[in-house]
């Protein structure tokens, strides 16, 4: 099924959600084209028709993870390997492709070092983690952590993401292995390893995603999905636990820090009754909820969050969100039938 083809249909299911209001959910329709998401302060008209392309010419599998270049492109990471690598300018006209060799490719983390951009991908399925240039030419890989006596193969080691701190050092979380986040120098070299598999505070089930949270200059920490716990997780950088942020409902990706707010796609609603029912989460400098497109609107009883859950079905297995510079969101799409990112233009 066609993109196109799946937000029609969510569209007329959409219409027959608005003959009944549910859930304090912010949906409007001008003459049956526009689609208006999300709640609050920070509501979204849905682009149906950004970033199409000729998939026969620059095809795409799983849209797994987009991020903005210092140029204002949009950068796109694909597991396809005709173009791993596709490369928009904000009104989803084509630049360029690259990448044949990355068949899990999966996180896609902006390194900028003096004035020039580089790209970490890391690809689960060559349990390696890439710095290229913003061009595709590769600077070093890292491979499994085997000095840290946690991996017994590199098979042991499938990381789905990275983050970079100030001074460089870098920390991947191996959320389709043995759930450990490993920290690096900027040259790869180990330097920590923490986490692993669990429920407890320190451990995850499915630490997916991460990412550096300097909003509080004096405080830096790293930000951790545990995405089977429906839960965010805090920890210092160097590795000890700090705090539980649940998302009752959500199964969250990496979190991506816009300003002072939080994004995240949500693969899907726990607790709903197809798997494609996933949504937009948006989260304050506070770590309350205050917006998500596509579901229930956040509410709160005795300071607990009640459970989300999708209400609209116009995403299908959201994996990333990728705020640009005016604010607009750019959501890619996990085994969505191979259709390109959906962009929700701020309003």
Known sequence: MSRRQFLKQSSCLAVGLLTYPMYGSAFSFNDSKD???????????????????NPLQTPVKDCHEMVQDSKGRIVLLTNHTKNNVIIYDKSG??????????????????????????LLITDYERHQIIKTTIDGKVVFTIDFPSETGKYNTKGD?????TTVVDNGDIYVADGYGKQHIVHYNHKGELLNIFGGQGDTNDTFLNAHGICYDNRDKDNPSLLVSARELNQL???????????????????????????????????????AEHSESGFVLIMNENNEVVSCPGATAPSYKENELSELYQTIRLFQHP??????????M??????????????????
């Open 35 to 53: 689609i208006i998401v999300g709640h609050n302060s920070h509501k979204y008209k849905v682009d149906l028709n950004w970033g199409n392309l």
């Open 330 to 347: 750019y959501v890619a799409q996990w085994n969505s039938g191979q259709t390109y990112p959906i962009k929700l233009t701020r309003v």
């Open 93 to 118: 006209k084509l630049l360029e492709t690259w990448g044949t060799e990355y068949p899990g490719a999966h996180g896609l983390t902006l390194v900028k070092e003096n004035g020039t951009d580089f």
């Open 233 to 271: 997780k805090r920890f210092s950088l160097a590795g000890d636990y700090i705090e539980t942020i649940n998302v009752p409902g959500a199964l969250i990706c990496r979190p991506v820090i816009h300003k002072k707010e939080i994004y995240f796609a949500v693969l899907r609603s726990k607790n």
């Open 157 to 161: 080691f499938k990381p789905t993401e």
């Open 319 to 328: 994996h990333d969100v990728c705020i640009d510079d005016d604010d607009n």
